[in-house]
């Protein structure tokens, strides 16, 4: 036998051992591909009973912040009134909606889309204000349409005005210098709006996807949520919480910033793979 047969036989036996022990691999080990699936995963609400509870009622009570979190919009849903003088929306992402004029039940802050598909907010005065209780709403000018499009949606107040973000563009704002209330004892809620009982019922109900929910103890700039919009992020100043909704299964929604506080899938919103063209504000 020449030596070249011999070294070709040798590499062929070699490659033959490298190849078995690949494929033995890919049945003891977990794919790297479902990993990365599970990296841009999201949540589908189905409009009438679905939604995420985030935190515990003490939790996630910002005098100033930010609220921001990527959506696509189906068609239904339920939209809820966070009381006189304030805006009636599906909700996005709230803590409180209209209920007993007191410092526990009043909305510290209350983010959705009205039903004429603009982006609406609120929240009411804190006792310490001049006018305790008071609603303050603002409301966008876009209509979004139920097209089941990705949108990037902020709604951001420092403790004077109200600034609402959509795709990173400033979709309204109002000045208020009022201070927000933040002694509600309201469950903050993804999806629906919670109420101030021992066992709290939700009212009003988003319909379409939600990915990547974060709450701010600070009003973000612009060119702030511009510049992080399109990341997953798990620090900064300021961030009380983040929410990817990357686990792709499960009842629990982790928390990157504060793993003790997660969120908790309630009438199991579904967990979906984004397609390809998925996080693209433009």
Do not use: C
């Amino acid at each position: 036998m020449s030596s070249s047969v011999a070294t070709r036989r040798r590499s062929g036996t070699w490659l033959s051992l490298l190849l078995i022990l690949a494929l033995a691999s890919s049945f003891l080990l977990p794919s790297r591909g479902a990993q990365a699936a599970n990296a841009g995963s999201a949540l589908q609400f189905n409009g009438s009973s679905q939604y995420v509870t985030l935190g515990t009622s003490s939790d996630l009570r910002p005098a100033q912040f930010t609220l921001e979190l990527w959506f696509k919009r189906a068609t239904g849903g339920v939209t809820q009134s966070t009381g006189t003088g304030g805006v009636t929306a599906y909700p996005l992402i709230t803590k409180g909606r209209a209920e007993a004029e007191t410092a526990a039940a009043d909305v510290n802050y209350f983010f959705g889309i009205d039903a004429s598909g603009h982006l609406a907010a609120d929240f009411e005065e804190a006792q310490s204000g001049p006018s305790p209780s008071l609603n303050h709403p603002v409301t966008g000018a876009s209509v979004i349409a139920t097209d089941n499009t990705w949108h990037h949606g902020a709604a951001t107040y420092d403790g004077i005005i109200w600034k609402l973000y959509l795709d990173g563009n400033v979709d309204a704002s109002a000045t208020v210098s009022r201070p927000a209330n933040t002694a509600s004892t309201v469950i903050t809620a993804v999806g629906t709006s919670l109420n101030s009982v021992a066992l709290p019922t939700p009212g009003g109900f988003f319909a379409g996807t939600i990915d990547e929910a974060r709450i701010w103890s600070v009003a973000r700039t612009q060119a702030q949520i511009q510049a992080a919009m399109n990341s997953e992020i798990t620090s900064g100043t300021g961030l009380l919480g983040r929410w990817g909704m990357n686990e792709g299964s499960g009842t629990v929604v982790g928390n990157s910033v504060d793993r003790a506080r997660p969120g908790r899938l309630q009438r199991l919103p579904q967990h979906q793979q984004p397609s390809a063209d998925d996080w693209d504000a433009a």
